[in-house]
């Protein structure tokens, strides 16, 4: 195994994946990348999750540069699941891979292919969509265009197009210089069921910029019945958690007044829906 080439960390960020999981696995063992730390970060699973991780790793993980299986006591979310790998990882570059997507084969390679080439700046990839289930795309993929065509814009239009709406594609998204996770302080836990947004908005705020990589290098997959109404209730409750913490001051710093106002306009309403239906 070569040496040369830059150490790449992979995190599978694993919860009650049993199903899903071994598929993951192997696509990352199918990299054509040389040198890769493999690590899997387990947010208490209560399924046969860890234990396919240990089995699989036991029969697979010499092919790796250095592999670790995190475990917790407690369910924190991805971004604390995120956190806890970050203080294990030693690459250069991280990416982070949901239990349920899967990678190209030159996944790896292209992203940091892509970095060498492309200083201070995030990638944001293809992403082929698949369902072990009947499903339409067609909503998916318009929402993925959009994002392709967010990441040719300069910085400071992709910073005032994410604070009006998230525009990014979060499994094409996730493959990070380690510097830059650094310079934003990792992943914020105050959002447990949205890690992506904050650390994107941060990302653009310090002065980094996110880039398209035009190439399919992740398999996304899409499940009927996978956001269901309570979970929605939660992620919009989170958001508008967010909006007051981080986006309003983002807005008002960056001459989105207005915006900030419409928008503080419908997150009322939404907490005040909520607040009548506890």
């Not at 447990?192 to 035009?214: A, Q, T, V, W």
């Amino acid at each position: 195994m070569s040496r040369e080439c830059k150490l790449v960390s992979i995190v599978i960020q694993a919860y009650n994946s049993s199903d899903t999981i071994e598929q993951t696995l192997h696509s990352v063992k199918e990299q054509t990348y040389p040198n890769i730390e493999f690590i899997i970060t387990d947010d208490k699973s209560s399924d046969d999750t860890v234990s396919i991780c240990r089995n699989w790793l036991e029969k697979n993980g010499s092919v790796f540069s250095r592999v670790k299986l995190i475990t917790s006591d407690v369910n924190t979310g991805i971004s604390g699941s995120n956190n806890r790998a970050l203080k294990e990882v030693t690459g250069q570059y991280v990416f982070f891979l949901a239990a349920d997507d899967c990678m190209a084969a030159d996944a790896t390679q292209e992203y940091v292919k892509y970095c060498e080439n492309n200083a201070d700046t995030v990638p944001i990839a293809r992403v082929e969509l698949f369902s072990d289930d009947v499903c339409d795309f067609s909503s998916v993929n318009k929402y993925c265009e959009e994002c392709y065509k967010f990441a040719a814009l300069s910085p400071k239009e992709q910073l005032r197009q994410l604070l009006i709406k998230n525009r990014i594609v979060a499994p094409a998204a996730a493959f990070y210089p380690i510097e830059i996770l650094k310079k934003c302080g990792g992943f914020d836990e105050a959002y447990r069921l949205m890690e992506d947004y904050p650390i994107n908005l941060k990302i653009l705020s310090k002065g980094f910029k996110f880039g398209f990589l035009d190439k399919k290098l992740i398999y996304y997959r899409i499940s009927n019945g996978s956001v269901t109404g309570s979970s929605m209730s939660k992620l919009k409750k989170t958001e508008a958690r967010m909006f007051f913490r981080l986006k309003f001051w983002y807005m008002f710093r960056n001459k989105m007044g207005w915006e900030a106002v419409k928008q503080s306009r419908y997150w009322i309403k939404i907490l005040l829906k909520k607040e009548q239906h506890q």
